[in-house]
């Protein structure tokens, strides 16, 4: 089992910055991804950005050139660094881990509780 613990939510004006983290416990094999996915009022739950374990890195286009996604290996933990925030990147932010034993194996996919990020000023 897998537990996925967020931290970094909050409330920021317009042109501000925040950054998200996610740390990532239990059985997590070597092939994996960690990202991040967003859910506003009313609406379905999008991705935002994805890093593999290997680095390479999947952004929504609403977020590039804005958002960027790192993670640290060695602590089992992602980040999203969230610059030039916009009213409409309020929304529940999730951490989402997709992880498997080997390459013809199945995903399993664990989520976290989610935390706000609420742009206003």
């Known amino acids: 089992q897998v537990q996925l613990v967020e931290s970094g939510g909050g409330l920021v004006q317009p042109g501000g910055s925040l950054r998200l983290s996610c740390a990532a416990s239990g059985s997590i094999f070597r092939i994996n991804v960690m990202g991040w996915y967003r859910q506003a009022p009313g609406k379905q739950r999008e991705l935002v950005a994805t890093?593999?374990?290997?680095?390479?890195?999947n952004y929504a286009d609403s977020v590039k050139g804005r958002f960027t996604v790192s993670r640290d290996n060695a602590k089992n933990t992602v980040y999203l660094q969230m610059n030039s925030l916009k009213f409409e990147d309020t929304a529940v932010y999730y951490c989402?881990?997709?992880?498997?034993?080997?390459?013809?194996?199945?995903?399993?996919?664990?989520w976290g509780q989610g935390t706000q990020v609420t742009v206003s000023s």
């Open positions: 890093i593999t374990s290997a680095g390479s890195t």
């Open positions: 989402n881990l997709k992880t498997k034993s080997g390459i013809y194996s199945r995903w399993s996919e664990y």
